[in-house]
C-alpha cells in the first residue's frame, strides 16, 4: 500500500469524524446529506478494498516461501545422499552434480532452482534403488517428487495474485478520485456556508483536511478546502 494512499485515507478518515460530529449543523441541508453519504460509502469501499489489496498476495507469499525453504531443504538432503554415493562408488560425474551446500541453493532464484530441481530428479530417478545405503528411503524420494510437482502451480498461484492486486490498486485509484472530487466539488464548498454560523466547525474542517506525513503536512488534494 502506498504511503500517499494511507496519508489520503487517515485525512479522509478525519474529515469524515469532523463532519459527522457537527451533524446538528448541516443535517438541515439535503445537498449536504447526500454529498456526506457518498462521501462515507465511498471511503467504507475504499478502506474495505486497501484491506483486500494488502491481504492478497500476503498468504501467497507466505506459502510460497514456507514451501521454498522446504523444497531446498529436501533438495539439500538428497544431494548430500547421491553426494556420498558418488564417493563410496567413485561416480566423479555424480559428485559434481550433487556438491552444491544448503548456502548454495538458498541463493538461487526461482527459475535456476526449478533446474536445479529437475536434474536432481534426474539423478534420483537414476540411482534411486542405491540411495538406501546412504540412508535416504524412498518416503523421502517421494516427497521430494512431490515437491518438484507443487513448482508451476505455486508460480502461477503468485502470477494470479498479482493479476488481482493490480485489479484492485485500479479501483483503489478510482475510488480517490471519487472521494477527492467530493471533496473539492461538494463538501469543501458546503462546509464554507458555515464560517459565520459556527466558525468552529469551519476551523476543524481546515484542519482535518490536511494532510499529514506527505511531503511536510500539506493541505488536502488541490490545495486543500475551500472555505473561505
Known amino acids: ?41 465511498s471511503l467504507n469501499l475504499l478502506s474495505s478494498k486497501l ?30 545422499g547421491l553426494f556420498l554415493l558418488a564417493t563410496q562408488t567413485d561416480n566423479r560425474i555424480l559428485l559434481e552434480r550433487n556438491r552444491e551446500s544448503l548456502t548454495k541453493l538458498k541463493s538461487m532464484g526461482a527459475e535456476r532452482l526449478k533446474i536445479a530441481s529437475i536434474a536432481l530428479l534426474e539423478d534420483v530417478d537414476n540411482y534411486e534403488s542405491s540411495l538406501a545405503t546412504v540412508g535416504i528411503d524412498a518416503p523421502r524420494i517421494q516427497d521430494f517428487r512431490d515437491r518438484v510437482a507443487l513448482l508451476e502451480e505455486r508460480k502461477n498461484s503468485v502470477r494470479q495474485a498479482i ?9 483503489i485509484r ?33 484542519a482535518a483536511r490536511r494532510i499529514i506525513g506527505n511531503g511536510g503536512g500539506k493541505n488536502g488534494p488541490r490545495g486543500g478546502a475551500q472555505t473561505n
Open 1 to 41: 500500500m502506498k504511503k500517499t494512499t494511507l496519508s489520503h485515507l487517515a485525512m479522509y478518515q478525519n474529515v469524515l469524524a469532523v463532519v459527522k460530529d457537527h451533524q446538528s449543523t448541516w443535517s438541515g441541508v439535503s445537498g449536504m446529506v447526500s454529498a456526506v453519504d457518498q462521501f462515507e460509502n
Open 51 to 80: 484491506n483486500i489489496q494488502s491481504t492478497l498476495t500476503q498468504g501467497i507469499w507466505k506459502d510460497k516461501e514456507v514451501y521454498m525453504k522446504e523444497l531446498i531443504e529436501s533438495m539439500s538432503i538428497l544431494k548430500k
Open 163 to 171: 493479476i488481482e492486486r493490480t485489479i484492485e490498486t485500479k479501483s
Open 174 to 206: 478510482e475510488l480517490e478520485k471519487q472521494l477527492n472530487e467530493l471533496l473539492i466539488g461538494q463538501l469543501d464548498r458546503f462546509i464554507s456556508f458555515f464560517q459565520t454560523t459556527n466558525s468552529a466547525f469551519v476551523a476543524s474542517y481546515k
